[in-house]
């Protein structure tokens, strides 16, 4: 029998082994649907692989190694000496752990794993194809599909990936050696993030941004925060000028010529270029012609408020299905799709998806801005605490940044929060939780927090907006 003549049946079919779809094949089958996922490439999808976990893993790297030379005010006079070869293996042993572990998950949860690409056939069946040369390919009829397909990176013209100075960022997160000169393209979270990171390792860092600042979606108190300590670093910013082509040049390197929108060129040496310009949604290669969906003019699968896409069986989640494109996101959605398909009420809200960046300091927002407050038709009342009047930070040496809390004036309901500073991914939590919960300001401010922790700026800047702070002038 021909391979590609194998049909199998499932209740659940998953496209994609990233964070939504594996945790929707898991969940899934944690409801007693027999459940298979498809995954072409590697488990654990770009989060595991490429993006979240090993951009984490080289930025404690890089953080380690300059905090230790950057140390001789607390005694400490260290010359670390960074074998990048060695810290790329580390990361990878990490994402090994982590992917391997993703694998047994699904297993042992009983999803079937099916590895290959799969192409709607047509509204209840897709065939998978196992990739390489012989290997054949089979048919799997389903009732429900959920698409989890993630995203993959902008190419911009005249800098293709396959020419060896122009990387992305999964080939930044591998390098064996550390460049001497970088030019990094685009100032958004992925830009900043990388660029940090090889300022920190002794690399000499141009970041060119089309726009006039960095990390746009921020407000500009907290990126300018995140700038002014970057430029610290050493990292030299060139605003208002996109990247048009790149050439070799005489002494090994190359040259990156940048354009403004007047036409005017300017040109930058380097070693290698990193464009780190976004993401796209990966739609194109699942035959979605088949069964007769669109995605949107950027690309996205729109879906309700249960991830459900305009044919009532097939979901979308994670990045395919829309900003913003984070891995915690994906996760939820991946839940909810599989617990609709099991005929649970569940739906998707969107007040609390917070986000974090992991720059230094690094930045962390959930719910609402101050403006987006008002424009919501509350009074805001907002609340600030900045790290310089922390204890616990001045003792991690540590202190640029603030923590900020925007409730509602009449009810105390706190409607958001933007934490720029230190270990900020790990504090919006308190304020993720307050915003799901409904917590008031008089709530966070009651709540005992342990001292000395930097936690206490979120109890601080609920009572400064409450005009009640202890440790720092009322506003
Ligand atoms: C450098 C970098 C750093 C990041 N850092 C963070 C961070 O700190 N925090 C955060 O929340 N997010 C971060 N992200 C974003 C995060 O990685 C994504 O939001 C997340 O991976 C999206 O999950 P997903 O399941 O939607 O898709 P993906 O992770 O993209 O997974 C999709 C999977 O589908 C597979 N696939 C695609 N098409 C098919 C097909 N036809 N058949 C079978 N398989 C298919 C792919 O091989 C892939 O494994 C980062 C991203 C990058 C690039």
Not at 45 to 51: E, H, I, K, Q
Not at 381 to 392: C, D, K, L
């Amino acid at each position: 029998m021909v391979v590609g003549d194998i049909s199998t049946g499932t209740d659940v079919l998953v496209i994609g082994g990233g964070p939504g779809g594996y945790v929707a094949a898991i969940r899934a089958a944690q409801r007693g649907l027999d459940t298979t996922l498809v995954e072409k490439d590697d488990y654990g999808g770009v989060c595991l692989n490429r993006g979240c976990v090993p951009s984490k893993a080289l930025i404690t790297g890089a953080d380690l190694a300059h905090e230790a030379s950057h140390a001789e005010e607390m005694g400490i006079h260290a010359d670390p000496a960074v074998d990048m070869a060695q810290m790329v293996d580390w990361k990878d042993g990490i994402v090994d752990r982590l992917t391997g572990g993703v694998e047994k998950l699904c297993k042992a949860n009983g999803v079937n794993l099916v590895k290959g690409t799969a192409t709607f056939k047509d509204e209840n069946s897709v065939r998978v194809a196992h990739g390489g040369e012989g290997q054949g390919s089979e048919s799997i009829e389903f009732d429900s599909c959920v698409v989890a397909t993630g995203s993959r990176t902008i190419q911009i013209p005249n800098f293709d990936y396959a020419d060896d100075p122009v990387i992305g960022s999964k080939e930044a997160l591998d390098m064996d050696s550390i460049p001497e000169r970088l030019v990094v393209v685009g100032a958004g979270y992925i830009g900043m993030e990388l660029s940090t990171v090889f300022a920190k390792l002794g690399t000499d860092v141009t970041v060119v941004e089309m726009l006039d600042d960095v990390l746009p979606t921020y407000e500009d108190d907290i990126s300018t925060v995140v700038k002014r300590r970057a430029k610290d670093l050493g990292v030299d910013f060139q605003f208002g000028e996109g990247a048009s082509e790149w050439r070799e040049s005489s002494d090994g390197g190359i040259t990156v010529v940048t354009e403004t929108e007047d036409g005017e060129e300017s040109t930058y040496p380097a070693d290698k270029v990193l464009v780190a310009v976004g993401r796209s949604p990966v739609t194109d290669t699942l035959g979605l012609d088949a069964i007769g969906l669109e995605p949107n003019e950027r690309g996205f699968l729109e879906t309700d408020d249960y991830a459900r896409t305009e044919i009532d069986h097939i979901f979308a989640v994670g990045d395919v299905a829309g900003e913003p494109m984070l891995a915690h996101k994906a996760f939820k959605e991946g839940i909810v799709a599989a617990e609709v398909i099991a005929g649970e009420p569940a739906a998707l809200d969107y007040q609390a998806v917070p986000a974090a960046v992991f720059t230094d300091p690094e930045i962390a927002t959930v719910g609402m801005t101050e403006a987006e407050a008002e424009e919501a038709g509350f009074t805001p009342v907002v609340g600030q605490m900045p790290f310089n009047a922390s204890g616990r930070a001045m003792t991690t040496g540590h202190t640029e940044g603030f923590c900020r809390l925007v409730a509602d004036e009449d009810s105390g309901f706190i409607l958001g929060g933007q934490i720029v500073g230190p270990e900020a991914s790990e504090l919006i939590a308190e304020v993720a939780l307050a915003v799901e919960m409904g917590a008031t300001l008089e709530d966070v401010a009651a709540t005992i927090h342990t001292h000395p922790t930097l936690a206490e700026v979120v109890q601080e800047a609920a009572e400064n907006a409450e005009g009640q702070a202890i440790h720092t002038l009322n506003r």
